[in-house]
């Protein structure tokens, strides 16, 4: 039966904060035992030892206004590792040297412990030890085994929020990021519960708390004071905030009744290739189809309360995963090609080739085909993502005390490349290294934009390299194409503002962006 908003009002009101206080109030009390465990634990760790790496003091200020000059500089001159404490952390920075070492030997450095350190989400590891394998998991066999179909399903939505931007913006400046977001999160609504679910609830639903995921991960940590003078303060206030009011009230009060109802109303058979058989969702299987066959009982084929909490935190994940930093880089990308028109042309160009003269449109059935052979528009991405100016990205926890360049370094200690050092390597790039230059991509060096590499870090590297990026190249291609097609983006005085140098992947720049219709140009 499809869920209409009558549904989702009786459901509004179902929800009542009071009934839900013990819930929240057990929630308090697990959140705080594990926040004091971890404070205890961080006491034990780093007694500093006599061939610790050199710890260098950066000011706040060089940190968070120019960090590429500040880190390089002092690798430069204390060589391939040092210590910096930043937001109250000691953290470890390696040159390009060390780079491809740490991030790709996971018996010493995991990926587990330090990427979800960084990002203040370890809570989420502490309870549920497989949540980054499910992760994983789920966007390879739920996203990746089937890309031609999740292209060919979401590229309407693309076209279709363009089409209503521009109709109701009139060629006013448009928030670009907002724009992408909202897209993204539709996309990421149909995909994980199904065409039946999509309505403006649900997708504000799924767009807020990618974003307030993202706000706990500290992505506006670098510029808010308070984050920057209180850290730890800062992450329990925020937590707390993030988890009892944004995720468990706001997504889980709403749409956690939905996906509860679908886990627990019916039983799955547990292999989720039989299900597609039933035509779920017009023949695509949802995200959420997907885990519950994965996680039904073999012999019932129902998913027990405690699978279904999981699947939840599984779904959570994605979303987090997979919105905000995808929107933040097609923001990059649009900017980009609104300063640099002279690419415009061949891009237009190649997407020609696939649109019907009579109709204007592309169809649907040939979409992935045509995203896929987007040679210029590839070049232009990979481009923009190696240049955009990354940082200290991405992250390792070492595994056992060790010795890294002769230097000691203990367990549980958080290694960070400056990965500006390897995308904008001179030996590997050449002299011209820090110039944007889609061409070096076509030809003999042709290299798709989600291929990574030791000298292309923006989606990660070795075996937990981003595993969302062929649909996350794949959706940047379909913003930029739905936009192309009927506009011209441009930027008020062909300039944009980097907001903040320390986290490019996640905060996007700030520009005035118009979209210029094409017929009056
Ligand atoms: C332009 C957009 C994106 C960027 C720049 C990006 C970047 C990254 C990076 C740097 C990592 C860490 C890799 C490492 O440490 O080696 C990562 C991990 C991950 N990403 Fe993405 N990502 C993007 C989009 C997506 C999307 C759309 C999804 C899901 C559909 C996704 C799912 C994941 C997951 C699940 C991980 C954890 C690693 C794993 O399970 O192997 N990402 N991403």
């Not at 040679?375 to 992250?395: S, W, Y």
Request: aromatic share 10%; hydrophobic share 45%; glycine share 4%.
């Amino acid at each position: 039966m499809p869920f209409s908003p009558c549904d989702e009002i009786a459901l509004r009101t179902k929800f009542s904060p009071v009934a839900a206080l013990p819930y929240l109030m057990l929630q308090a009390v697990l959140l705080t035992a594990v926040f004091l465990y971890s404070i205890w634990r961080a006491f034990l760790k780093h007694i500093p030892s006599a061939n610790a790496p050199p710890l260098v003091d950066l000011t706040e200020k060089e940190i968070f206004t120019d960090p590429q000059k500040a880190y390089r500089r002092a690798l430069a001159d204390h060589g391939p590792i040092i210590a910096v404490r930043r937001k109250g952390r000691l953290e470890y920075i390696v040159d390009e040297s060390l780079t491809a070492s740490v991030l790709t030997t996971d018996g010493d450095f995991s990926f587990e412990g330090g990427t979800t350190t960084i990002l203040n989400l370890h809570y989420f590891l502490a309870i549920f030890p497989s949540w980054v394998s499910d992760l994983e998991d789920t966007v390879q066999n739920g996203i990746n085994a089937r890309l031609e179909n999740v292209v060919e399903q979401i590229f309407p939505i693309f076209v279709k929020r363009t089409e209503d931007i521009m109709h109701r913006h009139q060629g006013q400046p448009i928030d670009m990021f907002e724009h992408a977001h909202a897209s993204i999160a539709e996309a990421m609504t149909v995909l994980i519960l199904g065409e039946r679910y999509v309505n403006e609830t649900n997708i504000a639903l799924v767009t807020a708390v990618a974003a307030e995921i993202a706000t706990l991960t500290g992505i506006y940590q670098n510029t808010s004071i308070f984050a920057r003078s209180m850290p730890v303060l800062w992450r329990i206030f925020t937590w707390f905030r993030v988890m009892m009011y944004s995720v468990s009230y706001r997504f889980l009060g709403h749409l956690g009744p939905v996906v509860w109802r679908e886990l627990r109303g019916k039983t799955w058979r547990p292999d989720p290739t039989i299900q597609k058989e039933d035509e779920w969702d017009n023949g695509n299987v949802t995200l959420l189809a997907y885990l519950a066959c994965k996680h039904a009982d073999p012999d019932t084929g129902e998913v027990t309360v405690l699978s279904a909490v999981k699947v939840i935190v599984i779904l959570l994940g994605i979303v987090f995963a997979s919105v905000h930093q995808s929107a933040s880089v097609v923001v990059w990308v649009v900017f980009k090609l609104a300063t640099s028109s002279e690419y415009l042309d061949s891009i237009r160009q190649e997407m020609k080739e696939y649109v019907d003269p009579e109709t204007g449109n592309i169809s649907p059935s040939c979409t992935y085909r045509a995203l896929k052979g987007a040679n210029h528009l590839d070049a232009f991405i990979r481009e923009v993502m190696r240049t955009k100016g990354d940082t200290l990205m991405p992250c390792r926890s070492t595994t056992h005390d060790m010795l890294l360049a002769d230097y000691a370094i203990p367990r549980g200690s958080l290694l960070l490349p400056l990965a500006t050092l390897s995308n904008e390597s001179v030996d590997y790039h050449g002299m011209d290294a820090h110039i944007f230059r889609p061409e070096r991509w076509s030809g003999q060096n042709a290299k798709p934009a989600v291929m990574t590499s030791p000298s292309y870090l923006p989606f990660g590297l070795g075996r937990w390299a981003c595993p969302g990026r062929f649909l996350a190249v794949m959706e940047i291609k379909m913003m930029v194409w739905s936009i192309i097609a009927r506009a011209t983006p441009i930027l008020r005085d062909g300039m944009y503002e980097v907001i903040d140098p320390l986290n490019t992947i996640a905060v996007p720049p700030k520009g005035e962006l118009t979209l210029k219709p094409q017929r009056a140009e």
